[in-house]
């Protein structure tokens, strides 16, 4: 076989693929806040960052300032907001144009910036949280943790890194904890809208020096030590644990930028125990000092570096095909036929005239 260089990677691949082009055009960007993030259902928060009248959390949808503000009579949220600080409480406020908002799939906060949304999020969710469903919805969740991390890197291949799970193989501890038969069985299950979730498999936590067994804390109606996976369109990832739950939510804040907020949940009745040790649980793998969470942003920032703005494009493959099993490229596959959707072009082709 000839040596290959650039022009050989330039080809037309024969299997499934994407140009690297949508991850770092400015024009992309700029037409994904449009076309995208102004249409969808946006989990800002949750319910349990707001239960007193008058708390209050902002964020950005698409670049329009956005608060979620608890009245005392139900939650509502509004744009246009002049308010700038994260989180606080007000008692009286005048926000101007009103929209959009639901608590749905353990208390999230949900908002869209489309004033007549055609789906209400459990339509636009599409059956993506039923797995999950009897143990974030049957106990009051809480969240106990939150921090946000701006990294170099666009938003959809932090996304990327939630839907496959072949850089797994990075994760020293996923290594040593969880290839077992049954992880290599879980299955990778699309919904519409471009949602995918992961089946559960049994995590074995002991393998790992110095951890021991999670079940005794297990979320309702899960047996022990399971772990779910949610990743709904366009980029918002749902974690379960079994004894703790993560969500993450991205805002996009250029091609090669994203803001991403984590935050960790136990019950709302834990004991002062029972929390310290989900506590533990989460850091341990998702803290900024745990086994997972910084290889996964090393990861994606290191991608980011070589998809930059006026990079030579190239192609991405997604052509594994494997019954839909845990290495299955079917979820990118599934996300990005949707995003072609929305966005009126191809991922293959996307600067095509
Ligand atoms: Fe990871």
Wanted: net charge negative; hydrophobic share 30%; with cysteine.
């Amino acid at each position: 076989m000839p040596p290959r260089n650039h022009n050989t990677w330039l080809k037309k691949p024969s299997v499934e693929y994407i140009s690297s082009e949508i991850y770092s055009s400015h024009a992309i960007y700029k037409q994904e806040q449009e076309d995208i993030f102004s249409k969808v259902w946006v989990p800002v928060c949750h319910l349990s960052e707001m239960y007193n009248k008058g708390d209050y959390r902002t964020t950005q949808i698409a670049g329009q300032n956005v608060i979620a503000w608890n009245t005392g009579n139900g939650l509502k949220a509004y744009m246009n907001s002049n308010i700038y600080q994260p989180a606080g409480n007000i008692t009286t406020a005048d926000f101007g144009k009103e929209l959009p908002c639901e608590v749905k799939h353990g208390q999230m906060v949900w908002v869209t910036l489309d004033p007549n949304p055609t789906q209400s999020v459990e339509e636009w969710t599409a059956g993506a949280f039923d797995c999950i469903t009897d143990a974030i919805d049957t106990e009051e969740l809480e969240v106990f943790h939150y921090h946000k991390a701006v990294i170099d890197t666009n938003y959809k291949l932090w996304h990327d890194t939630n839907s496959e799970f072949y850089h797994d193989f990075m994760h020293y501890f996923n290594r040593v904890s969880g290839f077992n038969d049954e992880y290599f069985a879980r299955k990778n299950i699309p919904f519409d809208n471009g949602h995918v979730n992961v089946s559960s498999f049994t995590v074995n936590y002991e393998e790992y020096d110095g951890f021991e067994d999670r079940g005794e804390l297990s979320f309702p109606n899960l047996p022990p030590n399971q772990w779910y996976m949610v990743d709904l369109f366009p980029g918002f990832n749902f974690n379960l644990r079994g004894s703790a739950y993560r969500s993450d939510t991205v805002t996009p804040l250029g091609p090669n930028k994203v803001l991403i907020e984590f935050r960790g949940y136990g019950l709302r009745k834990d004991t002062k125990e029972e929390r310290e040790t989900r506590i533990k649980h989460h850091n341990s793998i998702w803290g900024p000092f745990g086994r997972n969470l910084h290889e996964d942003l090393i990861g994606v920032a290191g991608q980011g570096t070589t998809m930059r703005e006026g990079t030579e494009p190239r192609n991405i493959l997604h052509g594994r095909h494997e019954n839909g099993t845990i290495h299955d490229e079917i979820g990118m596959r599934h996300y990005y036929e949707k995003w072609g959707d929305f966005m009126g072009m191809s991922p293959s082709l996307p600067l095509a005239a």
